[in-house]
C-alpha cells in the first residue's frame, strides 16, 4: 500500500497550489484521509482532515484559505491551498486510516503515512 503525494512547488505569496495525495494497492476500506505538515525545526501539525462520508475540519491557521475534499473511487484526497503565506512553507504529508490485504489477512492501520511534497512560498 502507498500513499503518493504531489502537487507541491515554489509559489508566491497569495498564489495557490493543490496537492493530491492518492492511495494504492490492496486496499480495502479507508476511513478518514488527512494532511499534515512539518516545517523545519517545528513539530508536525494536523493541517485538515476528512472522513469518508465527507466530513471536514482544518486547523485554524488554514481556515478560509485550504479547503480539503476526496474523491472515494479514486481512493485520492485533495488539498486546495489558497492565499499562501510565506508561514504555509513546510512539507506536506497526507495520512490516512485504512484496512488493507496483506495477502494473508486483513490489517487496519489508523496511522498510514505517505510520503511529503514539498511547498514553498516566497514573500
Known amino acids: 500500500v502507498q500513499l503518493q503525494a504531489s502537487g507541491g512547488g515554489l509559489v508566491q505569496a497569495g498564489g495557490s497550489l493543490r496537492l493530491s495525495c492518492a492511495a494504492s494497492g490492496s486496499i480495502f476500506s479507508i476511513d478518514a484521509m488527512g494532511w499534515y505538515r512539518q516545517a523545519p525545526g517545528k513539530q508536525r501539525e494536523l493541517v485538515a482532515i476528512?472522513?469518508?462520508?465527507?466530513?471536514?475540519d482544518y486547523a485554524d491557521f488554514v481556515k478560509g484559505r485550504f479547503t480539503i475534499s476526496r474523491d472515494n473511487a479514486k481512493n485520492t484526497v485533495y488539498l486546495q491551498m489558497n492565499s499562501l503565506k510565506p508561514e504555509d512553507t513546510a512539507v506536506y504529508l497526507c495520512?490516512?486510516?485504512?484496512?488493507?490485504?496483506?495477502?494473508?489477512?486483513?490489517?487496519?492501520?489508523?496511522?498510514?503515512w505517505g510520503q511529503g511534497t514539498q511547498v514553498t512560498v516566497s514573500s
Open positions: 476528512i472522513t469518508s462520508g465527507g466530513s471536514t
Open positions: 495520512n490516512a486510516d485504512l484496512t488493507y490485504y496483506t495477502g494473508r489477512d486483513y490489517r487496519h492501520d489508523y496511522d498510514y
